[in-house]
């Protein structure tokens, strides 16, 4: 299992390992958009990974790609249709601005 906890909310969830983050984050009730269907197409899941980096699935080469279009991007920005919950420590994650209910 791994512990997720959603920022602003402060949402603190236990969610099966091998979980996509996007769907965790959707099945824990948060508001966070996504048109792409999940292929790192859209980047409107960009999100900030703010603690347990090692407990997520490590940086594509398509979400690399995908962030680098992307404005307000920053050294914790992921993309939550890319990651996958590991296990391994707790995870936590801020939603952004408009995107966040």
Do not use: W, Y
Not at 13 to 31: F, H
Not at 38 to 47: Q, S, V, Y
Not at 60 to 72: S, Y
């Amino acid at each position: 299992m791994s512990t997720l906890t959603i920022m602003p909310s402060g949402k603190t969830v236990e969610v099966e390992a091998g979980t996509n983050l996007l769907q965790a984050i959707l099945d824990a009730g948060e508001k966070l958009i996504s048109k792409c269907g999940g292929d790192a197409k859209c980047g409107a899941c960009h999100l900030f990974l703010t603690g347990g980096r090692k407990g997520v699935s490590k940086m594509t080469p398509a979400e690399n790609a995908k962030l680098d279009t992307l404005i307000g991007i920053g050294s914790k920005s992921r993309l939550a249709c890319q990651m996958t919950l590991l296990g391994t420590e707790p995870v936590t994650v801020e939603l952004l601005g408009a995107l966040s209910g």
